[in-house]
């Protein structure tokens, strides 16, 4: 095991900003295996090696609608950015960009244009709207936001806090304009920038599962750590592979499948602007795709959607973001032949550290330890627990979280550890189980009762498109046990036969006593269900 060490490179980032508000040495988690990376590393270079190579360079990098660029292209375009970032827009090292787009080339050459000239890179949501975005340039203290220019109302209604003497210049890409005529006459940037390994090289903010989002920094050495961790390890790209999905490019889990791992590998990558499950069988079936990358609720909903179409090329899908309820792994094997991958991730981790692999899948599991990570289950005082017991999921390897200036970096490192919020129980074999987010845990009668679990029942009835459980409160049980439906298509909501199947399926003082059917349940950006938004409804 190896802790974080001085590095005898000097840092390239003029604007210091991100590197005075990491957490003090003594809050920061053990990261472990890491003396391996020079102590001088470009994410941008570490990413595009194949267009370096002429055997690779031109293999297309990305697909998207009827464009396509291949990894020479993808540099190139790269590399004219960044002349123009540097010479128009004065952006030097450590400087912030906010970045906004669609799921698209542009979209990914921002990024690596970012990390090319030692920037630090802020993508943002395409869903977010103006006050959003203002609370996220705040708090990165950014002066430029580059938008595709379908996105450009909303950054061009921002406001900024007058106090703080900043404003925000917007750049738009894509409509022939200022910026796009200046991609045209650049001279591509010879070199990138010699950044440290452990510079900042991007700020990803939480998606808001729990109310107010954090400011996640990852280093140049953790996008190199996660390619060579769960990237090689468990999804095993190569050139010959095509990945799509629906993730954005902002999210953790869509800039790992999307740009970290297809990249390293020499894949192609199919993008998907505006991300339906027609959309996604349309881009399997046009490009062959061979592995996806989506959410459990996405995976249930391409089910309704496959009559007369081909999805065989598909040879994995990936989940995440959510836990992957057995009913729809066993209905979507059913269904398509195909195996799914449930894992768990994070903002503040970069990727995935647990996780099923291909060639060993336990359905319901959330998986084993990837390779470089190390996980454990343990009590609120850090203790362990037995197998078959249930506690808190912690985590530590190469990446580790790292708030900018946040209080709450204390609650997710202890002793070096990473502890994510989630209950878990591992059993004799070491496979990892989910419970429950640990303010997802419902006391009832004195019973803990784990909604995902009673969630996994309620899925496992053919009317029951999506759900979500919750506890409310009641004098007389403490909590009850309370299900928000989405009922499937062409069926109608029977709160009664729901509650029976229930009890048919697991213990029956789990059953939901309260049933309540919604036209939607309240989701992120990314996809996941905002359970404490379902929470405040009642006061809990």
């Not at 700020?203 to 808001?208: A, P």
């Not at 990727?351 to 692999?357: D, E, P, Q, R």
Request: hydrophobic share 40%; with cysteine; net charge negative.
């Amino acid at each position: 095991m190896t802790e974080r060490s001085p590095t005898n490179v000097d840092a390239s980032h003029v604007d210091t900003f991100c590197a005075d508000r990491l957490p003090p040495p003594e809050q920061w988690p053990v990261l472990t295996d890491i003396e391996h990376y020079p102590e001088q590393l470009n994410a941008a270079d570490y990413l595009l090696i194949h267009a370096k190579d002429p055997a690779t360079a031109n293999l297309p990098a990305f697909h998207c609608g009827d464009v396509t660029w291949s990894y020479a292209q993808l540099d190139d375009h790269v590399r004219r950015w960044a002349t123009v970032l540097t010479n128009d827009h004065d952006i030097v090292a450590g400087n912030r960009i906010l970045i906004r787009g669609f799921n698209s080339p542009s979209m990914a050459a921002a990024i690596l244009a970012a990390f090319h000239i030692g920037a630090v890179a802020v993508p943002t949501m395409p869903l977010l709207r103006a006050a959003e975005l203002e609370t996220l340039a705040d708090r990165s203290a950014s002066t430029l936001l580059l938008t595709d220019h379908r996105l450009a109302d909303e950054a061009k209604a921002m406001t900024t806090d007058p106090s703080s003497g900043r404003s925000v210049d917007v750049v738009t890409w894509g409509d022939g304009g200022v910026f796009d005529r200046a991609i045209e006459v650049a001279t591509p940037s010879e070199a990138a920038t010699p950044t440290r390994a452990d510079e900042v090289a991007m700020l990803l903010f939480t998606s808001g599962t729990t109310g107010v989002p954090k400011a996640a920094c990852h280093l140049h050495r953790d996008i190199a750590a996660i390619c060579e961790t769960v990237g090689t390890h468990t999804y095993g790209l190569s050139t010959n592979d095509v990945v799509t999905g629906t993730p954005p490019l902002a999210f953790a889990y869509g800039f790992g499948a999307f740009m970290a791992f297809p990249l390293r590998a020499g894949a192609a990558t199919v993008l998907i602007e505006r991300p339906s499950p027609t959309a996604l069988i349309d881009a399997i079936e046009t490009h062959r795709a061979t592995v996806t990358f989506t959410a459990p609720t996405a995976y249930r909903a391409l089910l309704g959607h496959l009559d007369g179409r081909d999805i065989s090329s598909v040879r994995y899908g990936a989940s995440a973001g959510e836990t992957l309820p057995s009913a729809t792994w066993q209905q979507f094997k059913d269904a398509t032949g195909i195996d799914l991958l449930d894992g768990i991730g994070s903002t503040e981790m970069l990727h995935v550290f647990l996780s099923n692999h291909p060639t060993n899948i336990r359905p319901g599991a959330t998986g084993v330890d990837v390779p470089g990570y190390e996980n454990r289950v343990v009590n609120d005082d850090g203790t362990g627990v037995e197998p078959g017991h249930i506690g808190h999921l912690e985590v530590r390897g190469p990446t580790g979280c790292l708030y900018l200036d946040d209080e709450r970096q204390q609650t997710y490192v202890r002793d070096g550890w990473n502890r994510t919020g989630d209950l878990y129980e591992v059993d004799e074999d070491g496979w990892f189980w989910y419970k429950s987010r640990a303010d997802d845990l419902i006391v009832t009668s004195g019973y803990n009762v784990a909604g995902p679990e009673v969630e996994n029942a309620l899925l496992s009835h053919p009317d029951v498109g999506e759900c979500a459980v919750i506890g409310i409160p009641d004098e007389e049980r403490g909590q009850l046990i309370k299900a928000f439906v989405v009922v499937a298509a062409d069926t109608t909501g029977d709160a009664a036969a729901l509650q029976n199947h229930v009890k048919e399926k697991i213990a029956p003082y789990k059953y939901p006593r309260h049933i309540e059917f919604v036209d939607a349940l309240p989701k992120t950006g990314t996809g996941k269900i905002q359970r404490f938004r379902l929470r405040e409804q009642h006061g809990s």
